[in-house]
């Protein structure tokens, strides 16, 4: 006890003795000292930046649960929306890409189907706006189909005119067919020299996988085999670049040559010609196979010729139908 009016003395609370209360507690000051202190975050919620300081992502130890929580829920939230936002666009964007690719597809075929049957005349400009009402797409559809028609040479492109139809004219072909015997005759030559059995078995192989289907193909198909067969020859002779003089050359005609697969003309001497020429090339006979070769085109030439010939009667000449139908039979006979 202390004497009467003198000071009580102080005690640091700290230093407290707390054993003497029967049921230990923590001193009231200390609680409220904890609780007046920021809690540390918990390590959980650590990754998540506080909006209430500045100290950044996976370094702020000093601020309340609550708000992390709510930081790391918004946060959270706002991935999510924006992760379903980009996954519903790229759904979206590949839908709407699968239908513009099928209008280009029937946009294609139904134009090519236009050129084939000479509903739409040599050297006419195409209406791309009519087109693109007749056909119930957009001009994007219609441009990309002429595209990849001029590409495959069933029209051309004019620069600030538009496309037109390909001109039906023998006026440079048969340069373009003299040029194809001299590259292919030539090819064959350097196949029988160069290939080894396996690769001559190539040729053969690809022939008889073909040859009973061939002729009842439709002239797309007949189309690619044949070109596939004089490609895999010019590959065959080990010299690239007679490879690629010979597609170019097939691209320029390819658009008369799908004109002379549908004429009666195309038959199956055809058929003939390409198994002599694998014999040919099996027995590794060089010059027959040449020889055999250049006579395989000249008739090519000669079918084109007469195509082209009855394609230009029936475009200028509609009238004469019937006689053209009647030298038709007279041929088949």
């Known amino acids: 006890m202390t004497a009467a009016g003198s000071i009580p003395e102080r005690r640091n609370p700290a230093s407290m003795d707390v054993a003497r209360c029967p049921t230990p507690r923590t001193p009231m000051i200390m609680l409220v000292s904890r609780a007046l202190s920021p809690k540390p975050c918990l390590p959980s919620l650590q990754p998540v930046a506080c909006h209430s300081c500045e100290v950044g992502k996976e370094r702020c130890t000093i ?10 829920i918004g ?16 759904v979206a964007n590949e839908a709407e ?14 134009i090519r189907k236009l050129l084939v049957e000479f509903k739409l005349k040599p050297g006419e400009r195409i209406n791309e706006v009519q087109l693109s009402r007749s056909l119930g797409v957009s001009r994007t559809p219609i441009r990309e189909a002429l595209n990849r ?19 039906l004219s023998t006026e440079g ?12 005759s030539a090819a064959f030559k350097l196949m029988c020299e160069r290939a080894d059995d396996s690769e001559i078995d190539r040729l053969r192989q690809y022939w008889e996988a073909i040859v009973d289907v061939y002729p009842n193909q439709p002239p797309d198909i007949i189309l690619a085999e044949d070109e596939g067969f004089h490609l895999l020859i010019a590959e065959l002779s080990g010299n690239p670049e007679l490879v690629g003089q010979l597609s170019s050359i097939n691209a320029r005609i390819r658009f008369i040559r799908r004109i002379q ?12 010609s390409h198994s002599a020429i694998v014999e040919a090339a099996v027995k590794r006979d060089a010059e027959n196979g040449a020889k055999l070769l250049r006579e395989h085109i000249e008739m090519t030439v000669s079918a084109t ?9 029936k475009v200028f000449a509609p009238d004469n139908g019937a006689e053209l139908k009647r030298r038709r039979r007279a041929r088949d006979a």
């Open 149 to 167: 028609l001029a590409s495959e040479g069933f029209v051309s492109l004019t620069p600030n005119r538009g496309f037109f139809v390909r001109s």
């Open 63 to 72: 601020k309340c649960r609550h708000s992390l929580q709510t930081n790391r």
């Open 173 to 184: 072909l048969l340069d373009l067919y003299e040029l194809r015997s001299i590259i292919e």
């Open 261 to 272: 697969i549908e004429h009666p003309s195309h038959d199956k001497a055809q058929i003939t």
């Open 97 to 110: 890409t699968r239908r513009s690719a099928d209008s280009s597809e029937r946009a294609y075929l139904t």
């Open 75 to 90: 946060t959270f939230m706002t991935e999510r929306a924006e992760t379903g936002a980009d996954s519903d666009s790229s």
């Open 305 to 313: 010729q007469q195509a082209l010939k009855d394609a230009l009667l």
